[in-house]
């Protein structure tokens, strides 16, 4: 029908037909562009994840739920959620797979260091509301230096050690 009344009456409907034409001429490119720029998009997006999967150097480590560690030769069993609380620390560093790790002979995750002092800082990540409690200056000290090492910072305490009296930075 509407060639019938081009063909008839004109101009009016020519117009009509080409404004038409027109606007689903621009849909069209809007389409397109949006299709694009979605493409793209989710180009970007699989090329990161393949950036990332490619960063995985052990992705075992990376999925374990609980993970076992031999400390200065002492064994410790944990959860990952326990030693990843703190980000940018040593120990989320460690079971993130994407640096290589040291392991003793059963496949544990090797951690040269002093297990005492471990143990002082295992602790505090199990149950954050309660500070360290060092015996003495020297342990306070020596705990201080062991977060430093590992990256935990015992907030919201500040490393203020009521018994072994030491601020983080010097005795009190």
């Known amino acids: 029908t509407a060639w019938r009344e081009v063909e008839m009456g004109g101009e009016a409907p020519r117009r009509k037909i080409n404004e038409e034409r027109g606007k ?21 997006e699989y090329e990161a994840f393949e950036v990332e999967r490619r960063r995985i150097v052990d992705s075992n480590i990376a999925a374990e739920t609980m993970v076992d560690l031999n400390v200065g030769g002492v064994i410790f069993e944990t959860s990952r959620h326990t030693l990843i609380q703190q980000s940018g620390s040593y120990l989320e560093a460690l079971l993130s797979g994407r640096h290589p790790v040291s392991r003793d002979r059963q496949g544990r995750i090797f951690i040269d ?21 060092p015996r003495d200056d020297s342990e306070s000290v ?14 919201p305490f500040s490393l203020v050690f009521a018994v072994g009296g030491h601020n983080g930075v010097e005795h009190l």
Do not use: M, W
């Open 24 to 44: 689903l001429d621009q849909e069209k490119e809007q389409q397109r562009r949006k299709h694009l720029l979605e493409r793209e998009k989710f180009r970007q």
């Open 113 to 133: 260091r002093d297990s005492e002092l471990f143990r002082v800082v295992l602790n505090f990540l199990r149950n954050p509301a309660v500070p360290p409690t």
């Open 142 to 155: 020596s705990v201080c230096k062991e977060a430093e090492f590992y990256g935990i910072r015992f907030f």
